[in-house]
């Protein structure tokens, strides 16, 4: 391996390096034309319908010709201020409309509106700050004024392989008897986290399989308190109990606590507390049984404490990995409260329209059947919608180490907010020559920003009039940050925006709720676009949508090198090459293939355990 590759060894994304010509897109003739309005054969002359050069019609209808140049001039000076209007807006966001936003939606404190203006740029001493994507903005602004007379591209809303279809879900099928749970009881603390309710599935699922290697009694999972978050949500606030029960009895056997007896007695003096530095990470199934299963005859009790990324894709029992599988797409059934709000959120993004998605009875259950109330039908395009997980909250942006356009104050904030949330990380950098943030951004080891993530939605073709579900919270920058895609898209909703006070009032406070309801708007949608494809949240909901979407249901997974290569380029390469550039990138993300060795059924359930190829 390269000294360069292990430089990168902690921030691997694999992708592709390519490059293209730009093109004029000014023919020489064109030019000519421009430059000689007097020409005979002039574009406005065909415009208005005659010959400046005639006399004859000089003479005859005067009046019409500067009736018609008159219009001419409006129609220019018109859609010229629309196009700096609207990038205007993307400049300079932060303007008194803006004044009412709480940087990183921060509610618990207010700042004064001095404060306010200088954090957005706007106070005395600074000037606002503008993106250094203005000139691309804009041309995307001139495209999407114009794509409103222009159909979409053909394969935006669908999946452009057919062999997609041919993939059905088959984890449900059964070649063993139930495990009795004979060699002791296991119990398991998942980290928690904004993305905990499903994050917490390859927890869950994992440590389900591990229950039925060992032919132990699995107690409810609980989920720790994070710090962060401060979410105090636990395993029966977001899933059915009694489903995950009775789902997996045929597989291991699941009580809802330990044995009384059990119960007082102190696991980590008697060694029965295992640690995440006390399993290695991948760990295969040869090392539970070495060092667990004594554990268990011993003291007929395991509590794994944290239990992050412990058991390995690979090798594992051919039916136990399809119980992962089951666990993940079957076992798993969000409470009624969760559905309940879910249903209500997919109808209003489809316009109360009467339609049933394809996976509206895996992802809310019994509610599903309020879709079919409504409004008749007008027709599948005004009922579809886009959703956009944007990765960009604080944590992801101080972690990834990249640098975002807010200079000194950025660097200053980003590196306070390590020392407090990532100090083995701020450790690391003072020990370790670390990849530039210009290198990391090359690898595609950034998160996409959100006038980037504009940027590839623009060049991908959706129209202006798309309706898009935002999800996740607290996008640094706040509202100003989200300008840019504000300005373009300006049918873009979040679920706050969408439930009246009353209907989110029961979830506010609860991170991990809020995801769930996040995950199931985002699963149901028409098209879901990434930005970050290493995201577990973005993951889940596309490996979900792969399972159960029976090839349908469109995904957009950017690979950020590619888009990289193609971004660094924004001051000099023409709109019509930047399209050709970024369809191609995101196209070639869209292959079909089945699981990768090593990799996690959750993310790639496309495999002979999880899935049948018909």
């Not at 994070?226 to 109990?241: A, H, L, P």
């Amino acid at each position: 391996m390269t000294s360069r590759s292990n430089s990168f060894s902690n921030f691997s994304e694999s992708s592709y390096d390519y490059d293209d010509k730009e093109q004029s897109t000014v023919p020489p003739s064109d030019r000519d034309e421009l430059l000689n309005p007097g020409h005979r054969n002039n574009s406005f002359n065909g415009l208005l319908g005659f010959t400046f050069g005639s006399k004859k019609m000089r003479k005859k209808k005067p009046f019409c010709q500067e009736k018609a140049i008159v219009g001419l001039a409006l129609f220019v000076i018109a859609f010229v201020g629309m196009n700096w209007w609207m990038l205007s807006r993307i400049q300079n966001s932060g303007r008194a409309s803006q004044v009412e936003f709480r940087f990183l939606e921060d509610n618990s404190s207010t700042l004064s509106i001095r404060e306010e203006l200088l954090r957005l740029g706007l106070g005395k001493g600074r000037k606002p700050q503008k993106t250094s994507y203005a000139r691309l903005l804009a041309k995307a602004a001139h495209s999407l004024a114009e794509g409103q007379k222009k159909s979409e591209p053909k394969d935006l809303w669908a999946e452009p392989y057919f062999v997609a279809s041919s993939w059905k879900p088959c984890a449900e099928q059964r070649q063993w008897l139930p495990s009795e749970g004979k060699n002791g009881y296991i119990i398991v603390t998942a980290n928690g986290g904004i993305n905990q309710q499903r994050v917490a599935v390859s927890y869950v699922c994992n440590i389900v399989a591990i229950a039925r290697l060992l032919d132990a009694t699995l107690v409810l999972p609980r989920f720790l308190y994070s710090s962060v978050w401060k979410d105090v949500s636990q395993f029966g606030d977001i899933y059915q109990e009694e489903h995950f029960i009775d789902y997996l009895k045929p597989d291991i056997r699941v009580v809802r606590e330990l044995p009384q007896e059990l119960q007082s007695l102190d696991l980590e003096a008697i060694g029965s507390l295992v640690t995440d530095a006390d399993v290695v990470k991948e760990a295969k199934p040869g090392f539970y049984k070495k060092y667990i299963l004594p554990i268990l005859h011993k003291n007929r009790v395991v509590h794994f404490l944290g239990f992050g990324n412990r058991l390995a894709s690979d090798p594992l029992p051919p039916q136990v990995q399809r119980l992962r599988c089951r666990c993940n797409f079957h076992a798993l059934k969000f409470v009624p409260k969760i559905e309940e709000t879910g249903a209500l959120l997919i109808r209003r993004m489809r316009q109360n329209v009467t339609r049933l998605g394809p996976l509206d009875r895996h992802l809310v259950g019994p509610f599903s059947k309020s879709m079919l109330k409504g409004e008749r039908n007008r027709g599948e395009k005004v009922a579809r919608y886009l959703a956009l997980h944007l990765r960009f909250e604080i944590d992801m942006v101080a972690h990834s180490l990249c640098e975002y356009g807010g200079g000194e104050e950025e660097r200053n904030e980003l590196e306070a907010y390590r020392e407090i949330h990532f100090p083995a990380l701020v450790e690391l950098k003072k020990t370790t020559k670390l990849p530039s943030p210009a290198a990391l951004k090359a690898e595609g080891l950034c998160p996409l920003m959100p006038e980037e993530t504009v940027l590839m939605l623009a060049a991908l073709g959706f129209n202006r009039q798309t309706r898009i579900y935002l999800a996740g919270a607290h996008i640094y920058g706040g509202k100003s940050r989200l300008a840019s895609l504000t300005t373009l898209y300006p049918n873009l909703v979040t679920k706050e925006s969408l439930l009246s006070s009353s209907e989110i009032e029961p979830f506010m406070n609860f991170s991990s709720q809020l995801a769930a309801l996040d995950f199931i708007v985002c699963t149901a949608a028409d098209v879901f676009a990434m930005t970050d494809s290493g995201s577990q949240f973005s993951s889940l909901v596309s490996g979900f949508r792969v399972y159960f979407g029976g090839g349908k249901m469109a995904t957009i997974r950017p690979n950020k090198r590619r888009l990289a290569d193609i971004f660094v380029k924004n001051n000099t390469i023409d709109w019509r090459t930047f399209e050709q550039r970024v369809r191609k990138a995101v196209r070639q993300t869209k292959r079909v293939f089945s699981r990768p060795v090593g990799r996690s059924v959750y993310r790639y359930p496309r495999c002979k355990e999880c899935m049948c190829n018909t």
